[in-house]
């Protein structure tokens, strides 16, 4: 990460919890003029505009007062990570534990020792409950098989939404 944008976390994480929220992430995309610093926060029960809104009016003002970002112009987003948030922190799979998610790993379940079930071991991808976390390592139930991957494995992950449907009270 570039060290400005170290900066620029740092001082995202200071406003968020001024504001009673988390830094979730932070992103930034583009060149020239064209260039977008998204700020994701998150917090117990749930952001709303107005912690957007705050943390982006704290934040914005900081970055300006301390010309943190180099550059020409750029726009500053802030906002949750959604509902299909990505997982890039052991923290963030903590908090979805008992959910299910998408996960992309850099090598196979069986190059890992994951597994020894002949059917899972080339597997890279896929998309299952998250039953813990235990240190660095995450929990999975795939197929039946308890199965342990290590955080440093995880190429890619997000929270995957399931919309539920009530059925309709006759």
């Given at each position: 990460?570039?060290?400005?944008l170290?900066?620029?976390?740092?001082?995202?994480?200071?406003?968020?919890?001024r504001e009673?929220?988390?830094?979730?992430d932070?992103?930034?995309?583009?060149?020239?003029?064209?260039?977008i610093?998204?700020?994701?926060?998150d917090?117990?029960?749930g952001?709303?505009?107005?912690?957007?809104?705050?943390?982006s009016k704290?934040?914005?003002?900081?970055?300006?007062?301390?010309?943190?970002?180099p550059?020409?112009?750029?726009?500053?987003?802030?906002?949750?990570?959604?509902?299909?948030r990505?997982?890039?922190?052991?923290?963030?799979?903590?908090?979805?534990?008992?959910k299910?998610?998408?996960?992309?790993?850099?090598?196979?379940?069986?190059?890992?020792?994951?597994?020894?079930?002949?059917?899972m071991?080339s597997?890279?991808?896929?998309?299952d409950v998250l039953?813990?976390?235990?240190?660095?390592?995450?929990?999975?139930?795939?197929?039946?098989h308890?199965?342990?991957?290590?955080?440093?494995a995880?190429e890619k992950?997000?929270?995957v939404f399931?919309?539920?449907?009530?059925?309709?009270?006759?």
């Amino acid at each position: 990460m570039d060290s400005w944008l170290t900066k620029v976390e740092q001082i995202a994480q200071e406003i968020a919890e001024r504001e009673g929220c988390v830094l979730y992430d932070i992103e930034h995309t583009g060149a020239g003029r064209g260039r977008i610093l998204r700020v994701f926060i998150d917090k117990e029960g749930g952001v709303g505009i107005e912690d957007c809104s705050n943390v982006s009016k704290g934040l914005n003002l900081r970055l300006d007062v301390e010309d943190v970002v180099p550059g020409d112009m750029y726009n500053l987003e802030v906002s949750t990570p959604g509902l299909d948030r990505h997982l890039k922190k052991v923290w963030h799979f903590e908090k979805v534990a008992g959910k299910k998610v998408f996960v992309q790993l850099s090598k196979s379940l069986g190059s890992l020792g994951a597994t020894e079930d002949k059917g899972m071991l080339s597997m890279k991808k896929f998309e299952d409950v998250l039953t813990g976390v235990e240190g660095s390592d995450l929990m999975f139930d795939i197929r039946g098989h308890k199965i342990k991957v290590p955080f440093s494995a995880v190429e890619k992950a997000k929270l995957v939404f399931e919309y539920k449907t009530n059925p309709k009270k006759k």
